[in-house]
C-alpha cells in the first residue's frame, strides 16, 4: 500500500479533473462541474436517555444539481467529515448522470456511532438532524436516502420530521421508506440486481460464458447477500464468500438457501458447514472469472490488485478500488466495472420511489423490475461504447460520461445571474 494519501475529497477532485480533461471540457465549464455547489454544516444536540445531553455534527453537501434535484445517502458512522461527504455527493452526481436519471449529487451525514444509541436517541438524533438540514431538503431540491448504518425505519423519521415541520405529508422527500408510507416496490435488492445485469453484460461483452462461471463476493449484507442468490441463478458458481467475522470457501460452488439459513441463525457465514473456512484476506486471490466487492471502500489496493484471481471485477461496494490498483488491474487485463455503473441500481429504484411519490401511483413489481433493467443495461451499453471510443478503462469511461452530461446540463442552464 502506498504511504501517502489524500483526502477522500481531493482523490473525488482529481478524478473528476481528469474526466473533465479527457472530454475536453472548457477549464470555466469544469470549475462549475468539479466544485460543490453548498456544503452545510450543522450541530446535532440531543438528549440521551438518562437526561444528559450531547452534541454532534452534521452535514448536506449538494454537490451538482444542474441536471435534476440533489440525490444521495445519509450515513451515520463517526468517521463522517465535510470532506468525505463532498466526495461521496461529487461521486452521487456521476453515478445519477451515468444512469442518466434527472437528478444531481448530494450526500449527508452525522458523525456518530450509532450502535451504542437507543431506537429513542437514534430517533431524536435524525429529527434533530432532519431539522438542521431540513431548508435544504425538498422533493424538488434535495432527496435523501439510507446509506451506512441508516434504513427505512431512519427514512421513515426523516420523512415524518420534514412533513411535520411543513404542515403536509411530504413522502418526495426522502426514498428508501417502507412501503406502507410510499415506499417502492423493489427497492430492496435493486442494487443487487443492478450488480448481477452489469455482470451479465459484461460477460456477454467478452464473451465469457455465465454457466459454471466461478465468483467470489466480499460481504454478505444488503448488496451481498441478495447476490449470491442472484448469480448461482444465472448458472455461476459462488465458491466463496467473506463477512466482517470471516470466510468460506466451496469450490463446487456454495449452496444459496443453505448459507442463508446458516446465517439467519449465526449471524455470519464463519462456521458455514458445507464449506471450508479460509483466511479473509485470500479471498481475491481464489483463481475465479468474477470478483464482486460488496463491504468497505479502499479493499483493493496494489498489492491485492497484483494477487487477484479474478478476470472480472464488478463493484458493488462504493470506491472499493484504490486509484494506486487500477492501472495494475489494466496491466494485467481484469475488466474492472466500476461502482458509479454497478451499484446504481439502488439510486435507480430511489428515483422510481420518487416518480411514484409525486404521482401518487404505486407501480407494481414487475413495471419496477423492468424498468430497472432497461436503465442499468442502456447506461451498461453507454458506458462500454465510450470506452471503445475513448480507449481507456470503464472506469475512466464512465466518470467521462457522467462529467460530460453533467457539463451539458451546466451549460444548457447558464451561468446565474
Ligand atoms: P451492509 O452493512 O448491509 O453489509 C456490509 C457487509 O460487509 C457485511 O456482511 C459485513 O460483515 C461486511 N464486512 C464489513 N467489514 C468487512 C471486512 N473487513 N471484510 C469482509 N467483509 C466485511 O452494507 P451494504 O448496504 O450491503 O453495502 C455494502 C457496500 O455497497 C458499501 O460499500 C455500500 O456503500 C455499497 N452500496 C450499497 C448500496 C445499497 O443499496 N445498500 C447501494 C450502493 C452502494
Known amino acids: 500500500m502506498s504511504t501517502e494519501r489524500v483526502s477522500a475529497w ?19 465549464l ?11 454544516e450543522v450541530s446535532v444536540p440531543f438528549r440521551r436517555d438518562d437526561g444528559r445531553i450531547e452534541l454532534l455534527k452534521g452535514w448536506r453537501v449538494h454537490h451538482n444539481t444542474s441536471r435534476g434535484p440533489g440525490k444521495g445517502g445519509i450515513r451515520f458512522h463517526p468517521a463522517v467529515n465535510a470532506d468525505e461527504v463532498k466526495a461521496l455527493a461529487s461521486e452521487m452526481s456521476v453515478k445519477c448522470a451515468v444512469v442518466d436519471i434527472p437528478f444531481g449529487g448530494a450526500k449527508g451525514g452525522v458523525a456518530v456511532d450509532p450502535r451504542p444509541l437507543s431506537a429513542g436517541e437514534l430517533e431524536r438524533v435524525t429529527r434533530r438532524y432532519a431539522f438542521g438540514v431540513g431548508p435544504l431538503l425538498d422533493p424538488d431540491r434535495d432527496v435523501p436516502a439510507p446509506d451506512v448504518n441508516t434504513d ?9 420530521t ?4 411543513r404542515g403536509r405529508a411530504t413522502p418526495g422527500v426522502v426514498t428508501g421508506k417502507p412501503l406502507a408510507i410510499g415506499g417502492s416496490h423493489g427497492h430492496v435488492g435493486a442494487t443487487s440486481r443492478g450488480v448481477t445485469i452489469c455482470v451479465q453484460a459484461t460477460f456477454a461483452e ?8 466461478r465468483a467470489v463476493i466480499q460481504g454478505y449484507g444488503k448488496v451481498g447477500a441478495p447476490l449470491v442468490y442472484l448469480l448461482s441463478s444465472l448458472g455461476m458458481r459462488v465458491v466463496a464468500v467473506s463477512d466482517v467475522d470471516g470466510a468460506v470457501h466451496n469450490p463446487a460452488g456454495l449452496d444459496p438457501a443453505a448459507l442463508s439459513q446458516h446465517t439467519e441463525q449465526t449471524g455470519s457465514v464463519a462456521g458455514f458447514a458445507l464449506a471450508e473456512a479460509i483466511d479473509p484476506q485470500e479471498l481475491f486471490s481464489i483463481e475465479c472469472e468474477l470478483a464482486v466487492p460488496a463491504a468497505l471502500g479502499g479493499v483493493i489496493d496494489a498489492a491485492t490488485a497484483a494477487s487477484l484471481g479474478a478476470k472480472v471485477v464488478v463493484e458493488a461496494a462504493n470506491g472499493p478500488t484504490l486509484p494506486e490498483a487500477d492501472p495494475v488491474l489494466a496491466s494485467r487485463g ?12 439502488g439510486v435507480t429504484a430511489s428515483y422510481f420511489e420518487w416518480a411514484q411519490d409525486r404521482g401518487g401511483y404505486a407501480w407494481e413489481a414487475d413495471v419496477v423490475a423492468e424498468r430497472l433493467r432497461r436503465t442499468m443495461a ?5 458506458t462500454w461504447r465510450q470506452s471503445q471510443a475513448l480507449k481507456v478503462p470503464l472506469r475512466e469511461a464512465a466518470m467521462a460520461l457522467g462529467v460530460e452530461r453533467i457539463a451539458e446540463a451546466t451549460q444548457l442552464r447558464g451561468l446565474f445571474p
Do not use: H, K, T
Open 206 to 213: 467478452l464473451g465469457m460464458p455465465l454457466a459454471g462461471a
Open 30 to 40: 469544469a470549475l462549475l462541474v468539479i466544485e460543490p455547489e453548498r456544503v452545510l
Open 162 to 165: 420534514i412533513s411535520m415541520i
Open 152 to 160: 427505512a425505519r431512519v427514512m421513515a423519521w426523516l420523512m415524518d
Open 10 to 28: 481531493e482523490a473525488a477532485r482529481e478524478r473528476l479533473e481528469s474526466a473533465a480533461r479527457l472530454v475536453g471540457l472548457d477549464p470555466g
Open 378 to 382: 442502456q447506461a451498461f451499453d453507454a
Open 334 to 345: 481484469i475488466v474492472v466495472v466500476p461502482d458509479v455503473l454497478a451499484n446504481a441500481g
